[in-house]
């Protein structure tokens, strides 16, 4: 299992990282055997998986579920588990007690929150205080979706690029060991990779940050829309979809089961 440590050479080494999101035992299994360096158990799983159109209704219970089937599957691979909305912004304690009940079910490496008030600062010194690693996010960040005009890019005035900038190293100076980017100009993207210590994740920020984020629905192709930032390496529903198909045909036509798919008194 790659560690804090690792991550920090391979910033320094140039060497990409890479993150998928996944929910699910084989998912966190297959991701491990096909050599993902990071997991996140993403707060997606409201959309990707609940079948809501925000992650605003995902709440502890979820993600600790599945994060603790993913970690079944991928136990030798660095987790990482979205604090959902509401678990980290009504107070510090409730904050440290969010995130502990995270860390002991789930046995993730470290949490991610999104956000770069001065709050959310304040929470990843505590967590840190702690002796829990914590992730950043900014840029697009899904949580506060109703706060943006949907999901579109970020930061695309001046003003927005310099703020997000001073964003993401008040993030790395309260000790952040990793910050994810999303939904950003690529230039802007690259100037936030090289401004601060600790390595970027981009998703939709460009070529240029340390390491990818891509949630495993998308590139699978299982997801019903996707964005300009998503490579699809399989046209996974379409085959799903045609397999089902099949199996009703058969089915129907008493093709299945045939005599190799059941018991006999010798078996």
Same mark, same amino acid.
């Given at each position: 299992?790659?560690?804090?440590?690792?991550?920090k050479?391979?910033?320094? /080494?140039?060497?990409? %990282?890479? @993150?998928?999101?996944? &929910?699910?035992?084989? =998912?966190?299994?297959?991701? +491990? $055997?096909?050599?993902?360096?990071?997991?996140?158990?993403?707060d997606?799983?409201?959309?990707?998986?609940?079948?809501?159109?925000?992650?605003?209704?995902?709440?502890?219970?979820?993600?600790?579920?599945?994060?603790?089937?993913?970690?079944?599957?991928?136990?030798?691979?660095f987790?990482?588990v979205?604090?959902?909305?509401?678990?980290?912004?009504?107070?510090?304690?409730?904050?440290?007690?969010?995130a502990?009940?995270?860390?002991?079910?789930?046995q993730?490496?470290?949490?991610?929150?999104?956000?770069?008030s001065?709050?959310?600062i304040?929470?990843?010194?505590?967590?840190?205080?702690?002796?829990?690693?914590?992730?950043?996010?900014?840029?697009? /960040?899904?949580?506060? %979706?109703? @706060?943006?005009?949907? &999901?579109?890019?970020? =930061?695309?005035?001046?003003? +927005? $690029?310099?703020?997000l900038?001073?964003?993401?190293?008040?993030?790395?100076?309260?000790?952040?060991?990793?910050?994810?980017?999303?939904?950003?100009p690529?230039?802007?993207?690259?100037?936030?990779?090289?401004?601060?210590?600790?390595p970027?994740?981009?998703?939709?920020?460009?070529?240029?940050?340390?390491?990818?984020?891509?949630?495993w629905?998308?590139?699978?192709?299982?997801c019903?829309k996707t964005?300009?930032?998503?490579?699809?390496?399989?046209?996974?529903?379409?085959?799903?979809?045609?397999s089902?198909?099949?199996y009703?045909?058969?089915v129907?036509?008493?093709?299945?089961?045939?005599?190799?798919?059941?018991?006999?008194?010798?078996?």
């Amino acid at each position: 299992m790659k560690m804090i440590g690792d991550f920090k050479k391979m910033k320094k /080494t140039e060497e990409k %990282i890479t @993150m998928l999101t996944a &929910y699910e035992y084989i =998912a966190g299994l297959l991701a +491990e $055997q096909s050599g993902i360096d990071i997991i996140l158990v993403g707060d997606s799983l409201g959309m990707v998986v609940q079948g809501q159109k925000t992650p605003i209704g995902v709440g502890l219970p979820d993600v600790i579920y599945h994060a603790k089937a993913v970690r079944k599957g991928a136990k030798d691979t660095f987790l990482i588990v979205d604090m959902p909305y509401m678990t980290y912004h009504l107070s510090i304690n409730e904050a440290k007690a969010n995130a502990a009940e995270i860390m002991i079910k789930t046995q993730a490496n470290a949490v991610k929150i999104e956000g770069d008030s001065a709050g959310r600062i304040d929470v990843i010194r505590a967590l840190i205080d702690c002796e829990i690693p914590v992730c950043g996010h900014i840029g697009l /960040t899904p949580q506060s %979706i109703n @706060m943006y005009d949907g &999901y579109t890019v970020q =930061a695309k005035g001046k003003k +927005e $690029q310099e703020k997000l900038v001073e964003s993401a190293i008040a993030i790395d100076a309260a000790g952040a060991f990793m910050l994810v980017l999303e939904c950003i100009p690529e230039e802007l993207g690259k100037k936030i990779s090289k401004e601060i210590s600790i390595p970027v994740i981009g998703i939709g920020a460009g070529r240029f940050t340390d390491g990818q984020v891509l949630v495993w629905h998308d590139i699978l192709g299982l997801c019903e829309k996707t964005p300009k930032f998503v490579k699809q390496y399989l046209n996974l529903k379409k085959m799903i979809s045609e397999s089902i198909k099949e199996y009703v045909s058969d089915v129907k036509e008493c093709q299945f089961p045939e005599k190799t798919n059941v018991y006999y008194p010798m078996d």
